[in-house]
């Protein structure tokens, strides 16, 4: 750890760097306004990790107009206001991990249309507020994952155009809807294992027709409607966790043609919910791998 408490006004100037790496300092009270004076207009990259900032310094990224890259994460930020990014033009990557968010502004994000990159999770959110990420349109990847949130509110993704990743497994979530999904057109990746589902809605899934893989935890669940996977043609990675009171009915699978690998936690039940009704008639069972875990892997024939 090193031992700078604050970074004086103009201390950069005429210093042509690029990048700048303050982690693991304590700037308790924040930094000064005037502390990236001068360097505006080179500065790509700024790290101020583990610092004990109790917020986003606003004030001192006002100008740091060509920053690509802003690292935040182990801080002791607690909520992000309104707009608290200010107008970063260039930013395309955020990290906010591991901090202690608990409440975040609907225009937050505002004033950042390149940032292809945001990391929140390890938080303690425990909503996000609708159409927080409707301005970030160049968003491609999003990791919400270990916060405390309980419901995700419809339209809460929307703006979403060019997302692929999305993070949101070991949080509290109960139900699931297609609604809840809609506005990621290309998603890719989805994790949403380890949250205590009590409800799938039937065609959850539609609307992230793309979706290669797939990751959510049914423990809780009594059963899946049959549509649940419905448009998932592209989907080649399923893990349902464990099937532990689940009934998996007949044709549940019978959406997913180019599925690969099929997960389920190898429990007393697994194999009796394995059933040639789950998968579609046509399914090229040669390329199908179905994963016990963690007891054995066996393929179809």
């Keep these: ?22 982690s693991r300092n304590s700037f308790r009270g924040g930094l000064h306004q005037d502390a990236f004076a001068g360097v505006e207009d080179t500065l790509k990259d700024l790290v101020l990790s583990q610092c004990r900032l109790p917020a986003v310094p606003s004030s001192a990224l006002t100008n740091l107009t060509n920053l690509s890259v802003l690292k935040l994460d182990g801080n002791a930020i607690t909520t992000l206001d309104r707009r608290v990014f200010g107008t970063m033009p260039n930013l395309k990557e955020v990290h906010l991990y591991r901090n202690r968010i608990s409440r975040i502004d609907a225009s937050a994000f505002h004033g950042l249309p390149r940032l292809e990159h945001l990391k929140l999770f390890e938080n303690q959110l425990s909503r996000l507020p609708r159409k927080l990420f409707r301005k970030l349109s160049a968003l491609v990847s999003l990791d919400i994952s270990g916060n405390r949130i309980r419901q995700i509110l419809p339209r809460t993704f929307q703006g979403l155009n060019s997302l692929k990743w999305l993070e949101m497994e070991s949080n509290r979530v109960t139900t699931l809807n297609r609604k809840v999904l809609r506005g990621m057109p290309l998603l890719r990746y989805l994790k949403l294992e380890s949250n205590p589902l009590s409800r799938v809605a039937g065609a ?21 409607q049959n549509d649940t996977f419905r448009g998932l043609s592209k ?9 532990n009171r689940t009934m998996l009915p007949d044709g549940l699978l019978e959406p997913t043609l180019a599925l690969q690998y099929f997960s389920l936690s190898d429990y007393s039940r697994t194999l009796e919910a394995i059933q040639p009704a789950l998968f579609h008639e046509n399914m090229p069972y040669e390329k199908l791998n179905v994963w016990l875990v963690p007891a054995h892997v066996c393929r179809c024939d």
């Excluded at 210093?15 to 303050?22: A, G, I, M, Q, T």
């Design 204 to 224: 959850t899934f539609q609307s992230v027709r793309r979706l290669n893989y797939l990751s959510l935890d049914i423990t809780l669940l009594e059963s899946l």
């Design 1 to 22: 750890r090193q031992q700078l408490t604050q970074v004086p006004a103009n201390a950069l100037r005429n210093v042509p760097v690029r990048s700048v790496d303050f």
């Design 235 to 243: 989907l080649k990675t399923l893990s349902l966790g464990e099937v």
